[in-house]
């Protein structure tokens, strides 16, 4: 049982400065048991029964709608009115008793959706979208349409389960924000998708949108923020934006990935970005192996970086380098991917791909835990339209109780890769004081020569505290305590302090051209 109080903390905060553009505000409540649709909707006695009532409001800045704990309803609920900056619209949970539930049971696309509209504060409510069949659907949608910059929506604190989306394309799922606009360039700024859980959705868990990733149509959304969110049991990619500058990933957990959706998929990742931080997360247990690895940093991308990160237990490995080949339409490749002081243990098939067009990436200071009988490709070069080029290995630890391998594809069998020794088709790999331990065939030159170091797994604590999506009541306590284990495992592994970095966006003089 849980007691909401975000709602009404946050117009007592509003009231309290004197926030103009609140000071009409009105408050309007929901109960499916106790209202009544011939009541006012104005108070907790005289709520309102049915969401479609939202249609009915000219919403102002500062109105906030309270639904019920324990209230359910088959109904979905639509904002397409916007707050202002000082005074949100906001959607949140009142009462004592289980979150209030929205299960459309596919009648509508979504269960929640902020459309066309800005300022918006959502948090606190239970989402499922199943039906019998598979079609394109969203737990929580956000959308924008040929209407220019928009700011200020957070989506906080959700439990959005049971999404029977398409497996068929990557843009549905969980939670999904899309900038589209063929008459207005449009996008998101101050985007804040926090502290939710998503569990036992197809096809992707957190996803963005945008039609604006060419080099003549580039206007990416900025000031992203996707944190502290779990994402489990998912078809195919757990989170994974498109079209930002300057999105910060940080600290979500991502489980299960890549579980019914055919092709490509990954845990975390992001495509067609711009200074894109991925740090501090944990991604395991991704099942399919086309890719299949925990992170990827995919094509048309630039200056993606990972840090302080924890891979294990996946399927396809730890990280995918990826482009195919570069044009002057809609990919200049991928430049410029740092991937430093993250942690990978017993994943599979491939530990770091390099696919196809990557230039100027950068490896070094990852620890690497490969399990005794396992048998994986520490680095390998695969083809793509192309090769790689410019890519450094430094001062990473490589502890294998198993087997690593080394080298170029020469062939595929399904989704794994048949490789030779060396990189001659990479245009200038370097390979600088890695540490080798254990059995390495095919080593890269700087630890061709070394005598060869037996490694035995050592004891120590890769107990990542679990959670249980089907009682949410704990999810606060969990962030807390996996936050403390990550912290304290890095430092551990990496013996050094951990020090996160924030976000930034590309500068003037670093913009596409």
């Not at 289980?98 to 929640?112: A, E, F, L, M, T």
């Not at 606060?476 to 050094?496: D, N």
Request: charged residues 20%; glycine residues 10%.
């Amino acid at each position: 049982m849980v007691k909401y109080w975000g709602a009404l903390a946050l117009s007592a905060c509003l009231y309290a400065v004197g926030a103009p553009s609140a000071a009409f505000a009105t408050t309007y409540y929901f109960n499916s048991v106790k209202g009544d649709d011939r009541f006012s909707g104005t108070s907790d006695a005289q709520s309102w029964k049915s969401l479609s009532r939202i249609k009915d409001i000219a919403l102002q800045p500062g109105d906030q709608l309270l639904l019920a704990a324990g209230s359910a309803w088959k109904e979905p609920l639509t904002i397409s009115k916007s707050g202002k900056a000082n005074a949100p619209i906001t959607v949140a949970a009142t009462g004592i008793g289980p979150r209030p539930r929205i299960d459309v049971g596919g009648i509508s696309p979504h269960g929640v959706a902020v459309v066309n509209a800005e300022y918006v504060t959502i948090s606190g409510l239970e989402v499922t979208n199943d039906a019998s069949t598979p079609a394109q659907r969203y737990g929580v949608l956000i959308s924008a349409q040929d209407r220019g910059v928009t700011r200020g929506i957070r989506v906080t604190d959700m439990y959005v389960h049971d999404v029977r989306g398409t497996n068929a394309r990557k843009d549905n799922g969980g939670i999904v924000f899309s900038a589209t606009g063929q008459k207005l360039a449009t996008r998101f700024r101050d985007l804040i998708i926090e502290r939710n859980i998503v569990w036992r959705v197809d096809r992707s868990g957190i996803a963005g949108i945008s039609d604006r990733v060419t080099f003549s149509n580039w206007f990416p959304s900025e000031e992203v923020v996707i944190r502290d969110n779990y994402v489990e049991d998912v078809g195919g990619d757990g989170i994974v934006p498109r079209g930002t500058d300057g999105t910060l990933i940080e600290h979500n957990i991502v489980r299960y990935a890549g579980s019914r959706a055919p092709g490509y998929s990954a845990g975390i990742w992001q495509w067609s970005t711009d200074n894109s931080l991925i740090q501090l997360n944990e991604a395991a247990y991704t099942r399919t192996r086309y890719d299949g690895q925990g992170f990827d940093s995919d094509f048309n991308s630039r200056r993606t970086t990972l840090l302080y990160n924890y891979s294990h237990d996946n399927a396809g490995g730890f990280l995918l380098i990826c482009s195919p080949k570069r044009n002057e339409k809609d990919n200049l490749g991928n430049r410029g991917t740092i991937a430093r002081h993250n942690v990978s243990r017993n994943d599979g098939t491939r530990i770091f791909q390099l696919s196809g067009n990557v230039s100027d990436a950068l490896v070094e200071k990852n620890v690497v835990h490969v399990g005794k009988g396992m048998d994986v490709q520490m680095v390998v070069a695969t083809n793509w339209d192309g090769w790689a080029r410019d890519v450094r290995f430094a001062d990473n630890i490589f502890k294998v109780a198993g087997t690593a391998r080394y080298g170029s594809e020469i062939g595929r069998n399904g989704p794994d890769y048949l490789i030779q020794a060396g990189f001659t088709p990479v245009e200038y790999i370097r390979f600088k004081d890695n540490s080798y331990l254990g059995r390495h065939v095919d080593l890269p030159d700087d630890g061709a020569k070394l005598p060869v170091i037996p490694y035995v797994e050592q004891n120590a604590d890769w107990a990542v505290p679990v959670f249980n999506p089907a009682k949410p009541d704990d999810f606060p306590g969990f962030l807390a305590r996996h936050r403390a284990w990550m912290l304290t495992m890095l430092q551990r592994e990496l013996q050094s302090t951990v020090e996160l970095k924030a976000s930034r966006r590309i500068s003037i003089f670093e913009a596409r051209r």
